[in-house]
Each structure stands twice: as structure tokens, then as C-alpha cells.
């Protein structure tokens, strides 16, 4: 039997993803009650690296500990995938001796094509395309707080990049109405908004995109890999920052999320993360929880 991969929200049903995120919400609570759980007793995860990273790291290596488990930091200067060896023979020499292997990286063909070679489950960490992994921390969050997102209109503020796309699968998947607000040559991907059809919406002007929104969300201008853009996209994307103001045109129960780090001063303003309306904190945390229900429905 082939393994399951989780590449992107479209690698489980919409009925699995909420399946994820009930088992999170329960590994949440076991976790502040101290009860152990070692559902992944003897299995190792191994963790790919060519993007750096706090949240991610974090929240896998200690996820698997957590489940009884261990996990084995790789990046390209470790390994011989930094002296060019195929990816498809490193997934193949790899996969024999790992459980479960997660990548955070840039070309997300290439994740695909070591996934294609691999005899175990390979987790998608972000590349340039996508971030599945965030959207099921985004959507535990949304639900701790407010309940089913299902018919709930959310806002997505800034670059259409690789956390936009997964918005707009989690749009799909969990159905719900999206609004893009980007700059003219920053939109998401072709392909994915014509798959949305009318549940998502692009469009030019923040205050549209928020008004009567439940939840706001956006992300850093310049991406990693984007850096000699930055001076560029500022200026570009200087009339679309996140502010209190911006929020105070959603809902009145609208709740603001981050992925991080965020940039005080361009994407949000400077106060916005101490908003009582921003749940980012709870968020990141729930990185921790949601990847560790992943884990578990991959390889149990």
C-alpha cells in the first residue's frame, strides 16, 4: 500500500480535516491536564530544512517527543542532499529508515517528487506554494473561539503567496467565503481561484475585503528567498497594513491571525498584536497540537 502524504489540504477530505482538528483540540486538553499520550512509541520523524525556522521546529520536534517519539533534525549541509544526490534515491535511502518525514522548503515540485519516491508519509512543511500545515492551526484556532467557520467570511490581507494559497484550499475544503485583498501583480494562484470558482473573491481594496469578515489574517511582504524584493513589495503593498482600524470594519466578534513573525510597522501596525481581537499566541501554540493529530492520523 502506498503511503499518505499530506502535501496540501487537498490530500484529505473536508470530513478528515475535521477529524484533525477534533483530535488536536483533544491533544490540546490531554496536554494541560499532563497526561502523557505516546500514541507514536518507537517511530521517527524525520525533519528536512532548507527554509529556516522557530515555529515549525519547534512544534514537530517537540510534537513527536510529546507522542513518545523522536525526530531527527536534517538540513542540505547535514546531508548529502546539499551535494546534489536526487531526491528521488535520498527518498528512497530515507524513507527505509524513518516513519514519517517532514520538508520545509522552496520548490514545492521537488517536495512533490520526494514524496513520489518515498515509502513513507512526507508532511509538507511550507515551499513557495503552500503552508497546509499553518491553515490546520488557523482553523483549530478559529474553532476553539468562535465555532464552525463553515459559511463565515474571511479576509485575506496582503501577498498572495504561499499562506494565501492554502486559504484558499481551506476555503474550499472547509467552505467558506474568502475575500483577497492584494495588489495588482500579487495575485494567488491562477489555477486554485478558478478551482474556488465564487467562494473567493480578489480584489484591490483592504476595507472591502474586511468588511463584515470574521476572521482577518495576513502575512509578512517579503517572503524568505524574497529579501532583494523587500524595497519593492513595501512600497507596493504600503495602503494594505493590518491596523485596528481595519478590524473595527469585520465583524464585531472578528478575530485577527498571524503565521509569524510578523513585522511591526509594515504588515500590522505596531499595537495590532496586543488587540484583544488577535489571537496569534493561541495560533502558534496550536501548531503544536494540530501537527501532532496529523502525525498520528498519518502513521497510526
Aim: proline residues 3%; hydrophobic residues 40%; contains cysteine.
Amino acid at each position: 500500500m502506498s503511503a499518505r502524504h499530506f502535501l496540501s489540504l487537498f490530500d484529505c477530505t473536508p470530513a478528515e480535516l475535521q477529524q484533525i482538528i477534533q483530535r488536536a483540540i483533544e491533544l490540546k486538553k490531554l496536554r494541560q491536564q499532563r497526561i502523557a499520550h505516546e500514541s507514536l512509541k518507537g517511530c521517527v520523524l524525520g525533519m528536512i530544512f532548507e527554509k529556516s525556522s522557530t515555529r515549525t521546529r519547534i512544534s514537530f520536534e517537540a510534537g513527536m517527543c510529546q507522542l513518545g517519539g523522536n525526530a531527527i533534525f536534517l538540513s542540505p549541509n547535514d546531508t548529502q542532499l546539499g551535494r546534489g544526490e536526487p531526491l528521488s534515491d535520498s527518498a528512497k535511502v530515507m524513507s527505509s529508515m524513518l516513519d514519517v518525514i517532514m520538508i520545509r522548503t522552496y520548490a514545492h515540485a521537488g517536495l512533490e517528487e520526494f514524496a513520489r519516491h518515498s515509502a513513507v508519509p512526507v508532511i509538507n512543511a511550507l515551499s513557495d506554494d503552500l503552508h497546509p500545515c499553518q491553515l490546520l492551526a488557523d482553523m483549530q484556532c478559529f474553532h476553539e473561539l468562535r465555532g464552525d467557520i463553515q459559511g463565515k467570511t474571511v479576509a485575506w490581507i496582503g501577498d498572495g503567496n504561499n499562506m494565501c494559497n492554502s486559504y484558499i484550499e481551506a476555503a474550499i475544503q472547509f467552505d467558506f467565503k474568502l475575500n483577497v485583498a492584494c495588489p495588482e501583480g500579487y495575485e494567488p494562484d491562477a489555477q486554485l481561484l478558478a478551482q474556488a470558482g465564487d467562494r473567493v473573491q480578489v480584489m484591490h481594496n483592504p476595507e472591502q475585503a474586511a468588511a463584515g469578515a470574521h476572521l482577518i489574517s495576513t502575512d509578512v511582504w517579503a517572503s524568505m528567498g524574497q529579501e532583494e524584493e523587500a524595497k519593492i513589495r513595501k512600497a507596493a503593498f504600503a495602503t494594505y497594513q493590518v491596523t485596528e482600524k481595519l478590524l473595527d470594519m469585520a465583524a464585531s466578534d472578528v478575530v485577527f491571525m498571524h503565521c509569524l513573525p510578523a513585522h511591526r510597522g509594515e504588515e500590522i501596525s505596531e499595537t495590532l498584536l496586543d488587540d484583544p481581537r488577535s489571537v496569534v499566541w493561541q495560533q502558534a501554540e496550536n501548531r503544536l497540537h494540530a501537527q501532532k493529530a496529523l502525525l498520528e492520523f498519518l502513521v497510526v
